[in-house]
């Protein structure tokens, strides 16, 4: 197909920086498109950073001069790249721009755009400028956006800009308008091969686009899809076939980086199931271990409860035998008296009378009793003793080797905390900007909250409501770290936060409002402070904590620095000077009356 000249010029693909035809464009988030070397040498070199004095730094666009605080991770506009090769193309092998046909049918590349034959008249221009508009509207799948409160995406604006760039100096083709050759007799052309229309058995040569479906002429006069958007269904289909090369493109290199990003894991998760494997095994066989020693201290156990309760039982049947008999003898007294008080013969009666009136001789039982050590519940309580203290082992288990685990795993000459470690910086306190319940040290190092409000100038600086405080050192470039020690503290906050914050009433704290810092309250629960909070699971309970700030990265870290292990980073792009932020909370809890203490770096060995 003839390319019309009153479509395309070189001056579309044009980088404004070069001033030559695009090389690898990408798009920035305004929209506008550069040669990807072009806009990264101009970034690099400084002359696209706003900012200045205690400003972070920004990043503009060459031709609008939008600003953006943190840097555009650019991707190649693969839409415009493949129309810039096909113009390229075009010029390089002098095909007529001026709508006249010429050369051969030969195809540019199998997934280019378009398959530009050069015979004249294969595809109306108002065709080709439709599949050019629809191909536009389609998202670029595999690559990644950056985030942006444009509501376009930099892919689909940049292929927008190309079509702001046409209109700007030509007027665009007419859209087709497909002319109605049909009647409610049927239509003038229709083919014996179509489909048949099950509803008026006429061939599907036609397609709507508001219902996204193939229909007859005679559908397209009933009530259902009259006033919708119908072209031929075949124009159709070129322009959706059109777009189907670049998305297979992208979509088998989007597979490929899978594939291999699934295989990685893959190999991974067999180490770690091996590994596993390996593990099980062995703490199976020392709890099968354990679980034998149990058994058999209960087996012991049992046997010396079942051993006192047969001594009790032994005593006890001695003692029941021995009253038995007493109340035996006492009852053949009883009945021998019975029967005296009925006999008639006074002879016998006087006779009998001295030895039964007198109750024989018994033994006296009230001291007497049956007691056991397993009444008192001595056994079961000594069990439970040794069983919680066993416990107590037991739930030390999983962290002593978790903690083991980490301490194999940190390399000591290279690990993260020992490089952060060179970017120590000398932080203290200022107490102009501390709540009047904070109580600062002389040395600018400690601070804890006391019991109630000292009597201090309200300078505007000053936190009124919210028990914080700023360091006197600020940032806006560079790399920067510090330690601070919360021991067994309850509930605090560290972090950094920006020196234009709002530090009167209420405070909301989060990225947004120019804070950036770990909190952890109720002893256990640890998070990152954005809206909402985002809970951190910290298996070990740090006692120093340490920060560090890459201002030029716009990147803020948190390290347990006894375990040499990352708690959590956030990434983000700081808003003019950064500060140290310290809140040691209040003592509701009653265990939170420790100070936090900022040390001395000791550099890791």
Request: charge should be negative.
């Amino acid at each position: 197909m003839a390319m019309p000249a009153s479509f395309l010029s070189e001056d579309q693909f044009t980088c404004s920086i070069c001033l030559d035809m695009f090389n690898n464009p990408v798009s920035t988030p305004c929209g506008h498109s550069f040669c990807q070397a072009c806009i990264s040498s101009y970034w690099d070199g400084g002359r696209g950073g706003g900012g200045g004095g205690g400003a972070a730094k920004s990043y503009q666009c060459p031709l609008c001069k939008e600003s953006f605080r943190k840097r555009p991770e650019l991707h190649i506009n693969r839409t415009l790249k493949e129309i810039t090769e096909q113009f390229k193309w075009m010029v390089n092998t002098d095909v007529p721009m001026d709508g006249g046909g010429g050369g051969g049918g030969e195809d540019l590349h199998p997934h280019h755009l378009h398959h530009l034959d050069q015979r004249q008249g294969e595809m109306p221009e108002s065709v080709f400028a439709e599949m050019m508009t629809r191909f536009q509207q389609l998202p670029t799948p595999g690559v990644a956006h950056t985030t942006h409160p444009h509501p376009l995406d930099p892919h689909i604006q940049s292929s927008n800009q190309v079509s702001a760039h046409l209109s700007e100096h030509h007027d665009p083709p007419p859209p087709y308008s497909p002319p109605r050759r049909y009647s409610l007799s049927g239509p003038s052309d229709s083919s014996p091969r179509l489909p048949l229309c099950p509803v008026h058995l006429r061939g599907l040569e036609l397609f709507c686009r508001t219902d996204n479906t193939c229909v007859c002429s005679a559908c397209v006069e009933a009530a259902e899809h009259q006033g919708h958007n119908v072209i031929p269904a075949k124009r159709e289909w070129l322009i959706k076939k059109s777009q189907l090369g670049i998305s297979e493109v992208e979509l088998k290199d989007l597979i490929c980086e899978k594939e291999r990003k699934l295989e990685e894991i893959q190999n991974s998760l067999r180490e770690i199931q091996a590994a596993a494997e390996r593990e099980t095994d062995g703490a199976v066989g020392a709890f099968s271990k354990l679980i034998s020693s149990v058994e058999r201290c209960q087996a012991e156990v049992l046997e010396v409860i079942e051993m006192t309760r047969q001594a009790a039982e032994h005593r006890a049947q001695s003692l029941l035998r021995e009253l038995e008999e007493e109340i035996a003898e006492l009852k053949r007294r009883s009945t021998a008296l019975s029967q005296l008080a009925l006999s008639e013969d006074f002879i016998h009666f006087l006779r009998e009378f001295p030895a039964l009136s007198t109750h024989p001789p018994t033994k006296d039982w009230s001291g007497v009793s049956v007691v056991s050590e397993l009444t008192s519940g001595v056994f079961l309580r000594t069990v439970n003793h040794v069983m919680e203290h066993f416990q107590e082992q037991m739930r030390k288990l999983p962290e002593a080797c978790q903690r083991s685990s980490v301490d194999q795993s940190v390399p000591r000459p290279n690990s993260k905390v020992r490089r952060v470690q060179e970017y120590a910086a000398d932080i203290t306190l200022d107490p102009s900007t501390a709540h009047p319940r904070l109580i600062i040290s002389e040395d600018g190092k400690q601070v804890h909250c006391g019991d109630r409000h000292q009597l201090l100038l309200d300078s505007p600086g000053r936190f009124d409501r919210v028990v914080c405080v700023l360091a006197h050192q600020g940032f806006s470039t560079g790399r920067h770290y510090w330690e601070v020690e919360v021991g067994g503290k309850t509930d605090w906050d560290l972090g950094v936060a920006s020196w234009s914050v709002n530090r009167k009433g209420k405070i909301t704290v989060s990225p947004t409002h120019g804070y950036w810092f770990l909190s952890l309250r109720d002893r256990t629960d640890f998070a990152f402070r954005t809206e909402p909070s985002t809970p951190l699971t910290v298996n070990l309970r740090p006692s120093r904590i340490g920060i560090y700030v890459d201002c030029d990265k716009g990147l803020v870290s948190f390290y347990n620095v006894e375990a040499r292990v990352l708690i959590y980073t956030f990434t983000d792009s700081f808003s003019g000077t950064i500060h140290p932020f310290f809140s040691p909370c209040t003592n509701r809890s009653g265990r939170n009356e420790a100070p936090l203490i900022i040390c001395p770096v000791a550099m890791i060995e």
